[in-house]
């Protein structure tokens, strides 16, 4: 079956420092991933579309330059949380569209990030 | 604008007694409607969706799911829980297959 992977699965970080999460399709291209945000007992929050090789659409009210999203490879896109403060921790998902369409998206298994 | 609303924040259940997740949606046109359920330390996984025809929807681990348009609902059913079915469940609604909005979940708890 269809795999994502993202790594890490936990980063605990300084405020004011940057974090890269990344997002990988293991056994299929994708040239749509999507990143979510997840509180605790809240709902997914869809924050970007990201597309290879362009660039990332946000979603209303995510800061485009808080939250920098990198699609370089069919197989790969990184979110950079950058200058972090506390109110970014938070429960980070991926989830990637395969380029052969079966109208099905794959989630990761998320990154926990912690800010002191 | 899209919504989802699983009223049930946290369910427990037997083994072998039937599960029943609610689901209630606002959307604007006919909807795409999804059902996921994460595990711990695992990727969302999908059982099943609707965005079509019979609105008994089969899908994997026996779960089903029923559309009523009238009431804007889309609950998901198991005749018998297994211990393994204990996970948080996701309704998800959306105009295509990718553009989703998620309800907040369910914990399912299983009980011997």
């Known amino acids: 079956g269809a795999v994502v992977s993202q790594h890490p699965s936990r980063v605990i970080c300084k405020s004011g420092t940057s974090v890269k999460i990344e997002c990988r399709s293991l056994?299929?291209?994708?040239?749509?991933m999507f990143w979510y945000r997840q509180f605790p007992k809240q709902s997914l929050m869809l924050m970007a579309t990201s597309n290879e090789g362009s660039k990332a659409t946000y979603e209303q009210g995510v800061e485009k330059d808080k939250f920098l999203i990198n699609h370089a490879s069919l197989t790969l896109s990184t979110l950079t949380v950058t200058s972090a403060h506390p109110e970014d921790s938070s429960f980070y998902i991926c989830s990637a569209f395969p380029q052969r369409p079966n109208n099905e998206q794959f989630f990761g298994p998320g990154t926990r990030l912690t800010v002191l | 604008a899209q919504s989802v609303t699983q009223p049930d924040i946290h369910i427990t259940v037997s083994e072998g007694a039937s599960l029943e997740l609610r689901c209630n949606y606002s959307?604007?046109?006919?909807?795409?409607l999804f059902w996921y359920v994460q595990s711990p330390g695992q990727g969302l996984q999908l059982l099943l969706k609707?965005?079509?025809?019979?609105?008994l929807v089969q899908g994997i681990k026996g779960f089903e799911a029923e559309f009523k348009r009238s009431q804007s609902s889309f609950n998901l059913r198991k005749p018998s829980v297994h211990w393994s079915d204990a996970a948080e469940y996701f309704c998800a609604v959306g105009p295509n297959d990718y553009k989703l909005s998620f309800g907040a979940g369910t914990t399912v708890t299983v009980r011997a």
């Open positions: 609707y965005f079509s025809g019979d609105t």
């Open positions: 056994d299929f291209q994708a040239t749509t």
């Open positions: 959307y604007g046109a006919t909807p795409y």
